[in-house]
């Protein structure tokens, strides 16, 4: 379900530091939460880096290093409505300072939302935050999880994964998507997708989307092409029925030849492409106008109001209704979503 806490002072945002940490997956957590987006309607963020030792400069790699500016025992501050992130490791097997992982331990028993990027599974793993749960790492760091710790769910495929209040995600630009999506899930479809445009970045993949596709080779670049405008036809026109025999008529392929080459390009079949950015123009509507259920339907395509909140449900779980409702029971404040 959807858990939504107004709250009157910013989103509280604590990045955990310890030396190992690597510099990609900081950047996206300062850019997505250290940037000032308050005068494009993104609600402010207080994004501190917590570390045991506040006043010693953290090595990264490529010649960088992160300056701390609160010690571990900040974390015994946080609230629900905030949120403890810990960024991909350089080395798996390396040591974590055991405070850090107490530090993990004492945040998630208080409730507030944990979320690892890449590697940083590992760090989860090491504190058993994810023992009996699903979570998801670099594709090439699947099965040293898995082996490494045989009690998490492991599922090398997706993007990000959910399970229970905590969350982790893929390598590299999987961190970004999960970022955005803990934006999203908070503060809603729009405020995520003005963070996206400004990072110049694509505003929403959905978590069970495949880790890698195929390497396009020459002969399958005009394909790809074909399909990149079949998309943008599709989002342009949304409210109209859109089968994958009509979208492969367009491309100018075969239903099953489309298909396949969508999957390959993409990592997702276009139905499930279809659904996911109908939910997503959906949710956008719900947010920003005052539309009957039924008209959001419609202008989303999915038909009819019974249709739009099966997958709501399935997608969000959660239904139209209660999610405008939550959404605006939160409006100018920070909520969290859980």
């Given at each position: 379900?959807?858990?939504?806490?107004?709250?009157?002072?910013?989103?509280?945002?604590?990045l955990?530091?310890?030396?190992?940490i690597?510099?990609?997956?900081?950047?996206?957590?300062?850019?997505?939460?250290?940037?000032?987006?308050?005068?494009?309607?993104?609600?402010?963020?207080?994004?501190?880096?917590?570390?045991?030792?506040?006043?010693a400069?953290?090595?990264l790699?490529?010649?960088?290093?992160?300056?701390?500016?609160?010690?571990?025992?900040?974390?015994?501050?946080?609230?629900?409505?905030?949120?403890?992130l810990?960024?991909?490791?350089?080395?798996?097997?390396?040591?974590?300072?055991?405070?850090?992982?107490?530090?993990?331990?004492?945040?998630?028993?208080?409730?507030?939302?944990?979320?690892?990027?890449?590697?940083?599974?590992?760090?989860?793993?090491?504190a058993?935050?994810?023992?009996g749960?699903?979570?998801?790492?670099?594709?090439?760091?699947?099965?040293?999880?898995?082996?490494?710790?045989?009690?998490?769910r492991?599922?090398?495929?997706?993007?990000?994964?959910?399970?229970?209040?905590?969350?982790?995600?893929?390598?590299?630009?999987?961190?970004?998507?999960?970022?955005?999506?803990?934006?999203?899930?908070?503060?809603?479809?729009?405020?995520?997708?003005?963070?996206?445009?400004?990072?110049?970045?694509?505003?929403?993949?959905?978590?069970?989307?495949?880790?890698?596709?195929?390497?396009?080779?020459?002969?399958?670049?005009?394909?790809?092409?074909?399909?990149?405008?079949?998309r943008?036809?599709?989002?342009?026109?949304?409210?109209?029925?859109?089968?994958?025999?009509?979208?492969?008529a367009?491309?100018?392929?075969?239903?099953?030849?489309?298909?396949?080459?969508?999957?390959a390009?993409?990592?997702?079949?276009?139905?499930?492409?279809?659904?996911?950015?109908?939910?997503?123009?959906?949710?956008k509507?719900?947010?920003?106008?005052?539309?009957?259920?039924?008209?959001?339907?419609?202008r989303?395509?999915?038909?009819?109001?019974?249709?739009?909140?099966?997958?709501?449900?399935?997608?969000?779980?959660?239904?139209?209704?209660?999610?405008?409702?939550a959404?605006?029971?939160?409006?100018g404040?920070?909520?969290?979503?859980?």
């Amino acid at each position: 379900m959807v858990y939504c806490h107004p709250v009157a002072a910013p989103q509280r945002i604590a990045l955990l530091a310890f030396p190992g940490i690597r510099a990609f997956d900081v950047s996206v957590v300062t850019e997505v939460w250290g940037t000032d987006r308050t005068g494009h309607g993104v609600p402010a963020f207080d994004l501190r880096r917590a570390a045991a030792d506040p006043a010693a400069p953290i090595p990264l790699r490529g010649g960088l290093s992160l300056s701390p500016d609160r010690p571990l025992d900040w974390l015994d501050t946080l609230t629900p409505t905030d949120l403890v992130l810990v960024p991909g490791i350089e080395d798996p097997d390396a040591d974590v300072p055991p405070p850090a992982l107490d530090a993990l331990r004492r945040a998630h028993t208080a409730g507030v939302p944990v979320a690892s990027l890449c590697a940083g599974a590992f760090v989860l793993a090491r504190a058993g935050l994810l023992d009996g749960r699903r979570a998801v790492t670099h594709w090439r760091l699947a099965d040293t999880l898995a082996a490494r710790h045989p009690k998490v769910r492991v599922e090398p495929g997706a993007l990000h994964i959910e399970d229970t209040g905590i969350w982790t995600s893929a390598g590299t630009a999987a961190g970004i998507d999960l970022c955005l999506h803990l934006v999203r899930t908070a503060h809603g479809a729009e405020v995520a997708a003005t963070v996206a445009r400004s990072m110049v970045t694509a505003p929403f993949r959905t978590g069970t989307q495949a880790q890698f596709i195929e390497r396009p080779t020459p002969r399958t670049d005009r394909d790809a092409d074909a399909l990149a405008a079949v998309r943008a036809h599709a989002l342009a026109h949304l409210d109209r029925p859109h089968t994958v025999a009509s979208l492969a008529a367009r491309a100018g392929m075969s239903p099953r030849s489309f298909a396949r080459h969508f999957q390959a390009t993409t990592g997702t079949t276009p139905l499930h492409w279809l659904i996911t950015q109908r939910v997503a123009a959906a949710r956008k509507l719900l947010e920003r106008t005052d539309h009957p259920l039924p008209e959001v339907a419609r202008r989303a395509g999915f038909g009819s109001e019974v249709t739009m909140r099966q997958h709501f449900a399935s997608h969000l779980a959660t239904s139209p209704r209660d999610y405008r409702a939550a959404f605006r029971q939160a409006a100018g404040s920070s909520p969290i979503a859980r």
